[in-house]
Structures are given as C-alpha cells and as structure tokens.
C-alpha cells in the first residue's frame, strides 16, 4: 500500500473518531425523578349518585289522599370528599383505607289534614319537609395495579372490600296552618346509624413526578340503612312508631391530588 493511501485512511480514522465528541445525542435522555414511594395518601372531590329514599317517600305521600297533594323528591346526585391512605408491599398490589362524606337531600312538600285536638278536629296545613343524610363511609380495600408505577405514565388498578356506613339521618317537617298562615306544629327527629356494605373500584394514577400525581377513581357501593325515630298516627288516634330501610346503593365519581412518601 502507497504512502498515499495510508495517509488517507488515517485521516478518515482520526475523522470519524472524532466527531461523536462535539455532536449533540440524537434522543435527549429522560430526566430521572427518583424512585416512586409505597405509601400514598390523597384527598378527591366529585359525587355520588344512585342513592334512594323511596320506602319513607312512598309511604309518606300515600298518606296524603284527595283532594290533598303531595310531591317528593329523591336523593339524586350529591357532593361527595374523601382522603384516604395506601401501602403497596408489592410494586403491584397495596392495602389501603379511604373515608368519604356525602351530602344526601329528599325534600317534599304539598298540603294534607292533620289530626289537631282529636280524632274529630282536623287542620289543613301546608307543608314542606326535608330528610337529609350526611353519610360517612370508612373502607378497608386490596388494590392490583395492572403495572408499576412510572413518570409521566397512567397506571390504572383495581380493588375491592368492605364498607362500613356512618350516617348522620335528620328529618324535618314544617306545617303551616292553611287558612292562617301561622306556623301550626314543626316536627324533628335525628339519629346516627351503623350500616356495613361492600364495594369494588377501577382507578387511574398519573404520577408527575415521583411524589406527586393526579388520581380519579370510579366505586360501586352496596349498603343499606334504617331510620327509627318517626312517628305517625293510626286509625284509632294514637301515635305509632314507624321505620324505613334507606337504600345507599350507589356509585362514587371522584378526581383529586395524590402525594407519596
């Protein structure tokens, strides 16, 4: 081989090596956010829906007959906060508790005679009356997440347990006499309640970084209360005590913040 040609190939080596020195890299490298910690706790908003006050609603307008009237309204869609923590002992598998409150209205209003003096004096009163739930559920729950938790990735899971219901039931009543309008009587009753229950959930996490992330869950809800401290008045005059199952069968729609440490 010639001088020539030696030279050249040295040159061309020289070249070559040289330049990945000065070039920038073609895929800039992700920035490394740590390692994402097992355990987590949150706080969401949204709201809870499928609630039903039926049996008292029913029970209570069958007992307007006509000529009187009588509306009711069932619980429908209601604000719902919860917080809850989670430990993961496995990247994929976490136990957690989660505490939610609910927000829960039935109102109801028309005009119907009431018993006055006697089984013979009567009043005919408007009325509006209103039974409200402040609903508390503790959980205790098993979560699988379909992958380990990444940066700036959804990682969705799923879960289930038990529920156990605290809530808070009042029932008011206001009648109004029809003809004068003055305040005729105004009923009051409240009590706390137990109500254990059952529920499954599907969620989503999208970490920000390695401590921070956004979090939505959808939760199903089996549950069922009783309200005891109504009263009402019989065929003979007397008062007689009366109770309602209320169906807190229903489905959580939630979206917040979540920080791990």
């Known amino acids: 081989m010639s001088a020539r040609w030696i030279a050249l190939a040295m040159g061309a080596l020289t070249l070559f090596s040289a330049t990945p020195v000065g070039a920038e890299p073609i895929i800039k490298p992700r920035k490394y ?6 355990s987590m706790v949150w706080l969401r908003a949204g709201m809870f829906g499928g609630a039903s006050n039926e049996e008292m609603n029913a029970y209570l307008d069958g007992r307007v007959q006509s000529p009187f009237t009588s509306t009711s309204e ?16 496995h990247p994929q598998f976490a136990v957690r508790l989660n505490a939610s409150l609910s927000f829960l209205s039935s109102p109801g209003s028309g005009i119907k005679d009431v ?7 009567v009043v005919v009163v408007d009325y509006d009356r209103d039974f409200k739930s402040k609903l508390i559920v503790l959980e205790a729950s098993g979560i699988y997440f379909f992958s380990d938790a990444a940066v700036q990735e959804f990682q969705t899971y799923v879960g289930g347990g038990f529920s156990f219901g605290i809530p808070y039931e009042s029932f008011t009543e206001t009648q109004t006499n029809f003809d004068t309008g003055e305040v005729f009587q105004t009923i009051e009753t ?4 137990f109500s254990p229950g059952v529920h499954a959930m599907l969620g989503a ?8 992330a956004i979090t939505s869950e959808a939760r199903v809800q089996r549950m069922k209360g009783r309200y005891e401290q109504l ?4 065929e ?11 169906d807190y069968n229903g489905f959580y729609l939630t979206v917040g913040v979540l920080w791990g440490f």
């Open 74 to 89: 069932d619980f429908g869609t209601s604000l719902a906060v919860e917080a809850g923590y989670a430990h993961k002992p």
């Open 33 to 38: 956010h740590g390692p994402i910690p097992q």
């Open 190 to 193: 409240s009590e706390w309640g």
């Open 236 to 246: 003979t005059g007397d008062l007689e005590n009366i109770n309602f199952d209320i």
């Open 231 to 234: 009263q009402a008045v019989n």
């Open 115 to 121: 018993i006055d003096a006697g089984p013979d004096t």
């Open 205 to 212: 996490l999208y970490y920000v970084d390695n401590q921070f």
